[in-house]
């Protein structure tokens, strides 16, 4: 079957050089393979053998009389890694709350991104695509979501979904209270239900742009269904935004982990860049840094590469700027 | 012009309504009851109740048709005991006595601690907000701008380039380090502030300084990178050359020219700014103990004390639809044009 290339089909379709063009320069390469290397770092953690080399007992710091003291150690180079950035009050490698701290904010970052987006998808391309009032509730919905700060959305959600038990699924404790709802879902449903609106903007102003090219009205004069109009030529020409939004979002996520940890309602049984940053408020004035500076100086490098990263995307994908070049 | 305001105003409406649904959905529909939290988890069926009356929870959720009935009974006075009929007037007022319609008009229920109404609360703590926030948006923006028209104004150069990265790094950074690190620099390392506490009157002063000085220094990673691109827009726009042609110095080309036409940007930033003035500061006032609005919500989160989140939440949200109004009419006044579409 011979394909037809329609006049007005966005190259983003099929677009084999944007991976090679995004490596070509020195910044987007150095960004990819740092965004990269933190996700390998955080697949590192599920691996067994190293998360038994991670709870493996301290070895004692002898000091000359006789007593030894692991608390707050400063960064050295004994008993390479564990004390490699020294530990905390708890007598926690750093360097390991570090490690899996990648752990908890990709995590989050993840499930956060796929609701956020799934949602912002969903609600964005119905309401171009159908128009009518959908497109009126959707954009409603829009506004109401946008007129409360993200901030207070943020905490407002957290707030509420904390304390709410799943008792009434069934599910119960021994002695018969209900579940809680897990502090990690608490955040990921937070964060998803605050971050959809900005993505489902854009979804919408581009499909409602994408409505009027001719080789949508030529698949529809060819009798093509609906579904697969939108699933075959719509949405594949929405993925350039999808890309660059969960890169750009992925630091707002990261940090929001922060903030949420800061005000409570973080995770507070697996170690995370945020607890490491709000525990360091009262070690700095004791002069213990190195929790402070790891937590701080991961979140920052992963926050810079992401944003070079999403620029670079942005230049790369985005079909405007690239028909100029 | 008059007719865009309106239009602009009858299109809010639904959004504040929106806004008003969202919020009474969250707090009231979605959450667990209030009372139940704060009657604990082993609590009777009957205390959890009283603790609702007490809240002043056991109102209907939208509509009051049991309170319409006509005979209500007389508690004191000297015809105690009897009952008198209600008028059409207060018998319509009852059936509109639920807690959708208290959020509605700003009623909230008392906080859990100090068991004062939260609107009392926040009249209170308001002026020690704005007693940082307003100063702080002020200098960080002066200080934004001049600082982006310097930069726009020698594009390229080392100044600029360095500039750039000093805000994209500072954007990288969460908030909250910025903080602690400038609370240990500026007020345990180099004792040049107190680090923390809050005091009345003009002795403020000195408390209020680095969270001040934090805020300003904060704030202008964003801003300085937004301003830039706004006046480097305009630096490049065909007026600007005639004015340098023209033999126009650099300082008042900028300062005249590129300036004014930069404003409506600067304005729609600044009016959609102003209600997160209240209440944005949460991290600096839990960190540097100051008894304003963002630590009266920090608090509340911790004590789940339900009424402050809900109607710090509202409030905001309110204050933010009707400051985009009046951005919007702002910007007709700046811009003539834009009420002609």
């Given at each position: 079957m011979t394909t037809i290339s329609y006049p007005d089909t966005p190259a983003a379709e099929s677009n084999p050089g944007a991976f090679r063009l995004l490596l070509s320069r020195p910044l987007p390469a150095i960004s990819f393979f740092l965004v990269c290397g933190y996700v390998l770092l955080a697949l590192l953690t599920l691996i067994p053998a190293f998360t038994r080399a991670a709870t493996d007992p301290l070895l004692q710091l002898d000091l000359p009389d006789g007593t030894s003291i692991t608390e707050y150690a400063p960064p050295s180079l004994r008993n390479f890694p564990s004390r490699l950035l020294g530990t905390d009050i708890q007598n926690r490698s750093v360097f390991y709350r570090t490690l899996y701290g990648t752990r908890t904010a990709l995590t989050i970052t993840l499930f956060a991104s796929a609701l956020s987006l799934g949602i912002g998808v969903v609600l964005g391309v119905s309401a171009g695509y159908f128009g009518g009032w959908l497109d009126e509730f959707v954009t409603w919905l829009v506004a109401t979501f946008s007129a409360v700060p993200d901030v207070l959305l943020l905490i407002s959600l957290g707030f509420i979904l904390?304390?709410?038990?799943?008792?009434?699924?069934?599910?119960?404790?021994a002695d018969g209270s209900g579940m809680p709802i897990p502090e990690l879902a608490v955040i990921i449903f937070a964060l998803g239900l605050t971050g959809w609106v900005g993505i489902c903007r854009l979804i919408r102003g581009e499909v409602l742009k994408l409505r009027s090219f001719d080789y949508v009205s030529a698949a529809k004069a060819l009798g093509l269904s609906e579904a697969r109009i939108l699933f075959r030529h719509v949405l594949p020409n929405t993925l350039h935004l999808v890309i660059i939004t969960f890169t750009l979002g992925a630091i707002g996520y990261v940090q929001a982990e922060v903030f949420l940890t800061f005000l409570g309602?973080?995770?507070?049984d697996a170690p995370s860049w945020g607890r490491m940053i709000d525990d360091a408020k009262l070690e700095l004035l004791r002069g213990v840094w190195w929790q402070f500076a790891s937590a701080t100086v991961a979140i920052g490098v992963l926050s810079l590469a992401l944003s070079l990263l999403g620029d670079a995307l942005r230049d790369v994908l985005d079909p405007k700027t690239r028909s100029r070049r | 012009m008059w007719a865009y305001i309106l239009r602009r105003t009858l299109l809010m409406i639904p959004t504040i309504f929106g806004v008003l649904l969202l919020t009474f959905a969250l707090f009231n529909l979605v959450a667990k009851d209030p009372a139940r939290v704060v009657a604990g988890r082993n609590a009777t069926p009957e205390v959890i109740e009283a603790t609702r009356a007490k809240m002043g929870l056991?109102?209907?959720?939208?509509?009051?048709?049991?309170?319409?009935?006509?005979p209500v009974a007389i508690t004191s006075g000297p015809l105690a005991g009897t009952t008198r009929d209600k008028s059409t007037l207060e018998r319509v007022g009852a059936f509109f006595d639920s807690r959708f319609f208290d959020l509605a008009r700003f009623k909230f229920p008392?906080?859990?601690?100090?068991?004062?109404?939260v609107m009392e609360i926040i009249r209170e703590k308001a002026p020690v907000s704005l007693a940082i926030q307003v100063p702080a948006f002020l200098i960080s923006l002066g200080a934004q701008l001049a600082i982006a028209l310097f930069v726009a104004s020698r594009r390229g150069s080392g100044i600029d380039v360095s500039v750039t990265l000093l805000c994209v790094a500072s954007l990288a950074v969460p908030s909250l380090s910025l903080y602690i690190a400038f609370q240990w620099l500026l007020g345990a390392k180099l004792q040049l502030f107190p680090v923390a506490g809050w005091e009345t009157g003009i002795y403020a002063i000195q408390y209020a300084a680095l969270p001040i000085v934090c805020a300003v220094f904060l704030s202008l990673g964003a801003g300085v990178r937004f301003y830039r691109t706004v006046v480097l827009e305009e630096v490049s726009a065909d007026y600007i050359r005639t004015a340098r042609a023209k033999g126009v110095s650099e300082v008042d080309t900028m300062l005249v020219h590129v300036l004014r036409n930069v404003m409506i940007p600067v304005v729609t930033n600044t009016v959609t700014a102003l209600p997160f003035?209240?209440?944005?500061a949460i991290i600096s006032e839990r960190l540097f103990q100051i008894p304003g609005l963002g630590g009266l919500l920090v608090e509340a989160v911790f004590n789940q004390d339900h009424g402050v989140v809900m109607a710090v939440t509202y409030i905001t949200a309110v204050f933010y639809c009707l400051a985009l109004l009046l951005s919007d009419i702002c910007y007709t006044l700046a811009d003539p044009r834009v009420s002609l579409r």
């Open positions: 904390k304390p709410i038990d799943l008792g009434f699924l069934g599910w119960r404790d309602l973080g995770v507070s | 056991n109102k209907p959720a939208f509509f009051n048709p049991a309170a319409t009935t006509r008392n906080s859990i601690r100090s068991d004062r109404p003035l209240m209440f944005g």
